[in-house]
């Protein structure tokens, strides 16, 4: 009940075009759900984050949905570029303490 | 401000030694958080320590163990270590809800 299930492994984009990446979870004691972008080599970094109240927050390019009924949230990256090519991950949180429940991962690609 | 710190960044030991990694979060943030990564199983969370405390613990054997002093600071130390534990360790700081992670220290095991 705690997984969090991400989708599509892999994702292949035209530069300009739109990246999908969907999350579902099961737990509904999550009340915090943010994405983070990773580099090769590098930490991940947090992205943009939302909660249950709110089903749609968008910070420059990036947009998170949620559906709150379904228990699925998804990241949306408009006008995408070649520098966006990362390893995109989304997560869950609980209310007793910081503990994140992340998703699979989704290798994100951005041809020129 | 500057970010999470992690050392070292890079560490080679052979089955059976153990090994203690370090961690200094932003400056004010209480707590502090340690991830592993691996291609197989991805990220999972092994502990969680505040104001010295450990408040959250994953699903690990008891080899994998840590501590926070004082300052926030914090130390993760794997004893009897495993072929399977070669990894990306992640420190993740945070105030409120928002982690912010390190740059991690990858470990292998030979």
Not at chain 1, 11 to 24: D, F, R
Request: net charge positive; with cysteine; charged share 15%.
């Amino acid at each position: 009940q705690q997984q969090v299930k991400q989708s599509p492994q892999s994702l292949i984009v035209q530069k300009g075009g739109i990246s999908i990446i969907n999350c579902a979870y099961e737990n509904t004691a999550f009340d915090y759900f943010p994405w983070y972008q990773q580099f090769p080599g590098k930490g991940p970094a947090l992205l943009i984050a939302i909660r249950p109240d709110v089903s749609e927050k968008k910070e420059g390019r990036f947009t998170i949905s949620f559906n709150k009924s379904a228990k699925q949230f998804s990241l949306h990256i408009m006008d995408s570029q070649p520098g966006d090519s990362a390893t995109y991950f989304c997560a869950a949180q609980g209310t007793s303490g910081s503990r994140l429940t992340f998703g699979e991962g989704t290798q994100l690609t951005v041809n020129p | 401000k500057a970010g999470v710190t992690q050392t070292p960044r890079y560490l080679i030991k052979t089955r059976g030694q153990q090994v203690t990694l370090s961690c200094s979060p932003i400056s004010g943030h209480r707590s502090v958080s340690w991830y592993q990564q691996t291609p197989g199983q991805g990220l999972q969370f092994l502990f969680e320590y505040f104001s010295e405390t450990q408040r959250n613990k994953g699903n690990f054997p008891g080899r994998f163990s840590g501590r926070q002093f004082s300052n926030s600071r914090s130390e993760m130390n794997v004893s009897t270590l495993e072929l399977g534990d070669s990894a990306l360790y992640l420190c993740a700081s945070s105030l409120y809800d928002e982690q912010f992670f390190g740059p991690g220290t990858r470990l292998t095991v030979l």
